[in-house]
């Protein structure tokens, strides 16, 4: 039983719930604005799951019929059908753009199916076939029908309808790696919007044009973009799109090293996702979220994420979508130490992918190529981390390509292969320097230490750490932090200095009771230093958190001290 009340949601009462058997509470709001009536439905499952609806229409009916069939997708149930004597064109409109948000294209398919065929040829009818086709993943047949559109909407008797194409094609080019030409769709369309009434399509055409500047890392450009999307679309009072702004300077953030600021945002916007019912943006946000509790050392939260977006995963078409997920769910069972789940979830993905070159094999890849270096498989993971830093060229996927190059050297240092590692190391930092972004520099001195450690006689590889260790400072990003810090310590403890890698070791101490690698670290100092009881504990945590994972026999050492203790 579904139950509408006049209540505010802070008012809705358990009792009555109980009492009446309800299993859904509706809290309606109407209000008047310049456009009409706006009804706002907030739904209460009473379990922790809320959804919203939201319609503006000339008649307060009009907008109440309109937001209860939003409300009626969003909750997987099929709105009534139109009619062309119930229902003007306008409400067939939304009643589409309802169900396309709703990732429901079947629905959608089948309004427009029942709509007479004069009106199918309609360019707005035709901009929501688009738009299925879009957020199906089918970008080829997206592009096609909005290419076509676009040459019936010329500039001087159709500027808004342009503005929408324009918008449609910037989306299809940030999809198909081509930011440049997104950035040319969308400058058109707020060329044309500017100095017209149409905030909704002005706010949309500058979030994506900040999203095609934050693909080029046009970080400055992208942030500015944000602000002026976001005032346009609170004067057209979107809320929706207001979300999408806030996932959006999440991204942003995220991009640039700040993953305890970006967190917050991606945590909100998923919520705000889900209540509109707006599946596939809030699988997005879930994996901002996997990433940024990977980065802060929280993978146990990581896959809480991973589960949440699971749920709605099965219930999207777009095949994209599901395979950024997959990616993300690999990196994250791999961090609990879920090695062979991680590994079938990557080649999954690798495989349903085998087009050289392709850019979701390659995202794959490296964490696989990560697996492999753990695993002391060096050759595989230097081959794996090669090819896909070959294919990450586009500068959104900097982070990626230096995470895969890092392995590479890596693998090829431990597997004693000087040349190679050598020639590597080089192309790295010649592209670090060029593209001059912190955390690419970074890696690339890490690399930079790594390879001296393994070949440098002189001894110089300490400074390189000290190096990599304030650039990771600066960013204060705890799984760069980490790496470093990790690296250095067992590259001293294999050296015989303890004392200099208690320092190192000390710095991600802090993380040791949720990370494997920090625990391990912890517990060979600790047998090497004979501190008995530390190591124990530090052990103990290294096993609740191995999973899968070997701890090192050199962790697993009981400390000189207690072996040599006098028997009592």
Request: charged letters at 25%; a negative charge.
């Amino acid at each position: 039983m579904i139950a509408l009340l006049q209540l505010p949601a802070s008012r809705r009462s358990g009792s009555l719930r109980d009492a009446a058997g309800f299993r859904l509470l509706v809290s309606p709001r109407a209000s008047r604005s310049d456009d009409g009536w706006r009804v706002h439905l907030d739904a209460d499952d009473g379990e922790g799951q809320h959804h919203v609806a939201e319609a503006t229409a000339h008649d307060a009916t009009e907008a109440a019929r309109l937001a209860a069939d939003k409300l009626l997708i969003a909750l997987g149930r099929e709105a009534p059908a139109v009619t062309n004597d119930a229902a003007p064109y306008a409400e067939l409109i939304k009643r589409m753009d309802a169900a396309i948000l709703a990732d429901d294209p079947a629905t959608a398919q089948a309004l427009i199916e029942r709509t007479p065929a004069v009106e199918q040829q309609a360019p707005e009818v035709r901009l929501r076939l688009a738009k299925i086709d879009f957020r199906g993943g089918h970008l080829d047949a997206a592009r096609r029908r909005l290419v076509a559109l676009l040459n019936e909407a010329p500039a001087q008797t159709a500027p808004v309808l342009r503005a929408s194409v324009l918008n449609g094609l910037g989306a299809v080019a940030i999809r198909s790696d081509q930011p440049q030409e997104a950035e040319r769709f969308f400058a058109e369309a707020i060329d044309l919007l500017v100095a017209r009434s149409e905030p909704a399509q002005l706010g949309q055409a500058y979030l994506g044009r900040a999203g095609a500047a934050k693909e080029q890392r046009h970080f400055e450009a992208a942030a500015a973009d944000y602000s002026r999307a976001r005032i346009a679309l609170k004067q057209a009072n979107d809320t929706l799109a207001l979300i999408r702004v806030e996932a959006n300077e999440g991204f942003l953030d995220l991009d640039q090293g700040r993953p305890a600021q970006a967190l917050p945002q991606f945590v909100r916007a998923s919520a705000g996702f889900e209540q509109w019912g707006a599946l596939n943006e809030a699988i997005f946000t879930y994996i901002g979220q996997i990433s940024c509790q990977l980065s802060l050392l929280e993978p146990a939260k990581a896959m809480d994420a991973v589960d949440a977006a699971a749920k709605l995963a099965t219930r999207i078409e777009n095949q994209d979508t599901r395979d950024s997920l997959s990616i993300s769910r690999g990196k994250a069972l791999a961090g609990v130490g879920r090695l062979r789940d991680a590994r079938a979830v990557l080649a999954g993905v690798r495989d349903a992918h085998p087009a050289a070159g392709d850019a979701t094999s390659a995202a794959a890849a490296i964490p696989l190529a990560q697996l492999e270096l753990d695993g002391e498989n060096f050759a595989t993971a230097a081959q794996l981390a090669a090819a896909a830093v070959d294919t990450l060229g586009q500068p959104g996927y900097t982070d990626l390509r230096a995470r895969g190059w890092l392995i590479e050297v890596e693998a090829l240092s431990r597997a004693r292969d000087a040349a190679r590692a050598s020639a590597q190391l080089d192309a790295f930092k010649a592209w670090a320097d060029e593209i001059g972004e912190p955390r690419a520099r970074l890696l690339a001195q890490l690399a930079r230490a790594v390879y001296g450690q393994h070949f440098d006689e002189s001894r110089k590889w300490r400074a390189e750490f000290d190096s990599a260790r304030s650039l990771a400072e600066q960013q204060a990003v705890p799984a760069d932090v980490a790496a470093v810090a990790s690296a250095y310590a067992n590259a001293l403890m294999a050296e015989g200095d303890l004392e200099a890698a208690a320092v190192e070791v000390g710095r991600l101490s802090r993380w040791s009771d949720r990370d494997f690698g920090c625990a391990v670290l912890e517990a060979r100092l600790y047998a090497a230093l004979g501190r008995d009881e530390a190591h124990q504990a530090a052990l103990a945590r290294a096993g609740v958190l191995a999973g899968e994972r070997t701890i090192p026999q050199d962790a697993r050492a009981v400390p000189v001290s207690a072996r040599e203790a006098p028997a009592h």
